[in-house]
């Protein structure tokens, strides 16, 4: 299952849909497929599919054709309220770095279709936008709105000051949009580039906001794991699986012993899941995940003590896991909750 297929807010769409009509193509045309009706793109309280908003893409590319720079339109858009609670959190981070880990911890509620992945190198920050999972007539249109999004909550949080030093792209340069590149970017990119990534200046990343505010920051961190509870709840076949995993975790149960457990073989195990929308690797991966953030905010346990509760059989695995799901370290994440 690709790392974007998640639900989300309706948000996205309505944003999208709203660069539509500005260009003269009608909501039906860009909606066509998603059913999704116009009406319920002004309702907050809906979620959609991951797939429901890759549709619209493709209606829209579809009808504005190899229209330079869109996704750049697009992205700019993304303002952080359009984030909700997440938005909140990250706006009232202590640093742009904190806020930048923040998204990555609650990346399910971001929009995004590219996946984020974030490492420190001597004096800078190199963030990555992997977009391996998409098919390819969309990649250029939704990595220029996933990077133009970036950008936009960037200065939201912390104002114009650009914190960019350097920027590539895979894909080929624009026959006529090179100037809109320059005048967003603020820099002339790489084009045809090994990978679509963006070099950050890291000592701009760890500069205090002026609006940090940690009870605020907690209270939207709390809402966002109320809204990622309640938009994906385990329950059914899928959840009787995750508790067994949690529960032997430490032992390094199989799939076959799981699914042993649950009377059933391997194969009609998976089979099963997939129809409740996971997999076992999805599920072990979520408890994981959710164990090692309780274990690095609790009592003192070393990162090899840990990696071992998780069931890994040496660290260097946990540790790119963890990097992987957070954009950092366990030892970062752990200094920076303790800050």
Known sequence: MPAWNFDRAVTSMRL????????????????????????????????????????????????????????IDAGRRYHFTAFGALGFAMVSSQTMREAMTIGLRYFH????????????????TRLRLDDGELPPALRRFIVERDSAAFITLQRDIFGPQPVIDALSFRYPAPRQAAAAYQAFYGLAPQFDAVANEALLDRAALERRLPQANDLAR???????????????????????VRERIAARLAE???????????HMIPRTLRRRLQEEGTTYAELRDEVRQALADEYLAGPRLSIDQIANRLGYAESTSFINAFRRWHGVTPHAYRLSHRV
């Not at 907690?218 to 009787?240: K, N, V, Y």
């Not at 390094?252 to 649950?262: C, S, V």
């Open 16 to 71: 999208m849909t709203e660069l539509a009509l500005e260009r003269g193509v009608p909501s039906a045309t860009v909606l066509a497929g998603t059913q999704v009706s116009a009406d319920q793109l002004n309702n907050p309280d809906v979620v959609v599919g991951a797939q429901q908003e890759l549709r619209l893409i493709a209606n829209l590319v579809d009808a504005l054709g190899d229209e330079q720079a869109l996704g």
């Open 109 to 124: 509620l971001t929009f995004a279709f590219t996946q984020f992945a974030v490492s420190d190198q001597g004096a800078q």
């Open 218 to 240: 907690q209270a939207a961190e709390t809402q966002c794991r109320s809204i990622l509870d309640a938009r994906a709840p385990r329950s059914g076949l899928a959840g009787r």
């Open 252 to 262: 390094r149960a199989t799939m076959a012993e799981i699914a042993g457990g649950l």
